[in-house]
């Protein structure tokens, strides 16, 4: 249970922290590495995300007894 | 739990010294080429009117002024007391020493090391004219010196401190 608020908590703050560095990375007229950096922002968030999306899949087949 | 924390605030003042100490470089630089211009000038001052040595020229730069771009003379006047070195070369071996700890770019090297090679090979009106040529062109390198420290120095800085952060997240 506590391993899943954790991950919520953990994405939020990549949220954040790819907007503002998105931000300031605009600001100062880089605007290619400004989505470079979305996208990798994007890209690990996948990552982390991923294996939970396996873990239900896994439940879900459990559930049903494929 | 606490050696945890202690690690996630190594690592975040870790990346933002970095970001600072770039921001500092990129800061410094047109001062650093200001200097030079005017250090430039009293050099053709030294020739012009004192027709000094060159030896005799850097010394007396490097002593009147406390700036510290005057350790390239300093340096390239200690060079010249050893025997077997052209004054060029001397000159060329102070800025490959030196030019990083004044914070100065790959370009403005590039053009002091031309001024150098031009330094003992022609007569007074040819060095007069080098060294105004070398002003003009550190002139330019200063305009655009200051153009990219206005948009930089605040990036590194936020730079610095945000990657430390997304890395402490992403390993916590």
């Known amino acids: 249970m506590s391993s899943g608020v954790d991950l919520i908590f953990k994405i939020a703050a990549i949220g954040i922290l790819v907007a503002v560095l998105n931000q300031v990375l605009i600001r100062s007229g880089r605007e290619e590495q400004a989505m470079m950096t979305t996208l990798a922002g994007i890209i690990v968030v996948l990552m982390m995300v991923s294996k939970e999306i396996a873990g239900l899949f896994d439940a879900v087949k459990t559930m049903f007894q494929f | ?172």
């Open chain 2, 1 to 172: 739990m606490i050696i945890k924390f202690i690690g996630a605030v190594i690592l975040i003042s870790a990346t933002s010294l970095i970001g600072f100490s770039l921001a500092n470089d990129c800061s410094k630089r047109p001062r650093a080429l200001r200097e030079l211009q005017s250090l430039l000038q009293m050099l053709e001052n030294e020739i012009s009117y004192l027709s000094n040595l060159l030896l005799e020229a850097f010394n007396r730069i490097y002593e009147g002024t406390n700036s510290d771009t005057a350790i390239l003379f300093r340096e390239a006047a200690k060079n010249l007391g050893t025997n077997g070195i052209t004054a060029d070369e001397a000159w060329e071996k102070s800025i490959e020493e030196n030019y990083a700890k004044l914070s100065l770019n790959k370009e403005d090297k590039t053009i002091l090391v031309t001024f150098g090679k031009m330094l003992g090979n022609s007569d007074l009106e040819g060095q007069l004219n080098n060294i105004k040529l070398m002003s003009s062109q550190l002139k330019l390198q200063e305009l655009k010196a200051e153009g990219m420290r206005l948009k930089n120095e605040k990036m590194y800085r936020s730079l610095g401190v945000l990657s430390g952060l997304a890395i402490t997240i992403v390993l916590f």
